[in-house]
């Protein structure tokens, strides 16, 4: 029998305080005046979330996979593998996989990390689908793309305004039936140094002065050009589409990163594609980085815009730079 993976659920979770923009106005317009109403019209962000500061990423990750198992009726116990993606993770190593495997009780399960940003969640997708595939032994797969950024953020840094805390979260199953279509990946890292924590890892250890001048924190030299997104997006939708056999117009619902609303509105109309077939968190919830296709996707199944045999495709698009896109034909899922 072929097996093929099919996301059978999805979970998110969101944390509770809200940070609105309001709040950010009064804490820089007083240093950059107008920078938080430049960002919003640029963005389309209205507000976002922060967990609380005592809790690490996995803890953020933890709700959204006991939620998307809950929905698919599985135990803790019943999960093979993890795939977790962040680059907000809980230590440099071990892996921050490991630790929500203990937290979460999956004791059968084995675990890695994926570290392309924001592409981390789609990458991991067909990462699962690719060994749902080929090992008859794995039944169950977590998918999990989680970030919680603002807590490796400088505060006074006007761009803490895009980062929300959050986590999405899918089960891969096998089946008979359609599922994984394709998936397309491209980077480029001449961009490697344009967005990044720049020190505490191998190229520059943490040290007393990289701490106090800012480098152990996230932050943005050089900004990206809007191209890579605007015409790497498409790209990627149309090499999907041609190696996965279907034609642009058959696409029921694109996901993308979820940074800026200006760019998802080029990009669908690049591609020839009504806002009805996509969906945006972004102005509810932020920049939620490697986590915003999943929970994006949550909540598309929540307000029941995925339907069984709908064709379904998830873009992301990540620091350094990584971006990553998959295809699949959904079967049922539960919202």
Known sequence: MTRCAQIVSTGRFVPERE???DELRRRFDPVV??????????????????APQDWATSDVALPAARQALEK????????????????????ITPATSVVLQHKLGAVNAGTFDVGCACASFPTGL???????????????????????MHKLADPLDPLIFFYGDGA??????????????ASAFRADGAYHRHWGIYSGGTAEPASE????????????LERFPPEINHEGWPRLVRRLASEGGFSIDEIDLAIFTQVRRPSIELVMEDL????????????????TGS?????????????????????????????????????????????
């Open 19 to 21: 940070v609105t923009n």
């Open 33 to 50: 005046p107008g920078v938080v109403d430049t960002f919003e019209a640029a963005s389309n962000i209205g507000t976002r979330r922060w």
């Open 72 to 91: 698919a009726g599985l135990q803790p116990e019943d999960v093979d593998l993890i795939i977790l993606g962040t680059d907000s993770p809980d230590y």
């Open 126 to 148: 067909a990462i699962g689908s690719g060994i749902i595939a080929t090992n008859p032994s794995i039944q169950t797969v977590l998918v999990v793309g989680v970030y919680l």
């Open 168 to 181: 999405g979260a899918a089960v891969l199953r096998p089946s008979s039936r359609p599922g994984f279509v």
């Open 209 to 220: 002065a990289s701490v106090r001048e800012g480098r152990t924190r996230v932050r943005m």
């Open 272 to 287: 020839g594609l009504p806002m009805e077939r996509t969906h945006t968190i972004m102005e509810k919830w932020g920049y």
């Open 291 to 335: 986590a915003c296709v999943g929970m994006a996707l949550d909540d598309a199944v929540d307000e029941g815009k995925v339907r069984p045999g709908d064709l379904l495709v998830l873009v992301g698009s990540g620091v350094g730079y990584n971006q990553a896109a998959v295809a699949f034909r959904m079967g049922a899922i539960r919202p």
